[in-house]
């Protein structure tokens, strides 16, 4: 860790770099050395390990942290609910509403019937290209005022450097 500071010190490197720098070495080197081992353990790596609440809350305000500052300027903010527990798919919402209703991060624990739902939908977005080579998709629900992120429960894709990109995204979509 202090070799780390100091490296990001003598070349001045923002803290949002920082942050890359680190889910990159955590998460992204550590799929990749465990994605080519022949034997391959389902929690073997970090990155492939169910992601902790914590976790999602930390993307939950980064990314609406990042897009409320853009959202801001039309008077705008986003509130978001972590749903998790279980599933193979975790779901993170968004609500975009008044600044002034904004609320603190929900978490809820997902019932059988969503879990279920969730399973489906994993079914439905992992399709097999060949006999080892596997697709598999993430969906963005919009409806009305509120979009919803539904991904892999995963660490490697509830990172905060992958939540700032996530943000950066959307907000992209907005003014398109």
């Not at 903010?77 to 600044?99: C, E, H, K, R, W």
């Amino acid at each position: 860790n202090l070799i780390d500071r100091l490296v990001y010190e003598m070349y001045d490197i923002h803290p949002v770099e920082q942050q890359s720098i680190n889910d990159m070495l955590k998460y992204g080197v550590g799929f990749f050395n465990w994605a080519k081992r022949k034997s391959r353990k389902p929690a073997g790596a970090k990155s492939v390990q169910r992601p902790s609440t914590d976790m999602l809350v930390d993307y939950a305000n980064v990314f609406a942290r990042t897009a409320n500052a853009m959202l801001r300027i039309q008077n705008q903010a986003m509130s978001a609910t972590v749903y998790q527990d279980g599933a193979p798919l975790t779901v993170v919402s968004y609500f975009i509403g008044n600044v002034d209703k904004a609320r603190p991060i929900q978490i809820v624990t997902q019932p059988e019937a969503m879990r279920r739902k969730l399973r489906e939908l994993d079914n439905l977005l992992l399709e097999q290209k060949s006999p080892s080579m596997y697709l598999r998709r993430h969906v963005r629900i919009y409806e009305g005022n509120q979009v919803s992120l539904v991904r892999p429960s995963e660490q490697r894709f509830w990172t905060q450097s992958q939540a700032r990109a996530d943000a950066d995204a959307f907000i992209a979509e907005l003014l398109s």
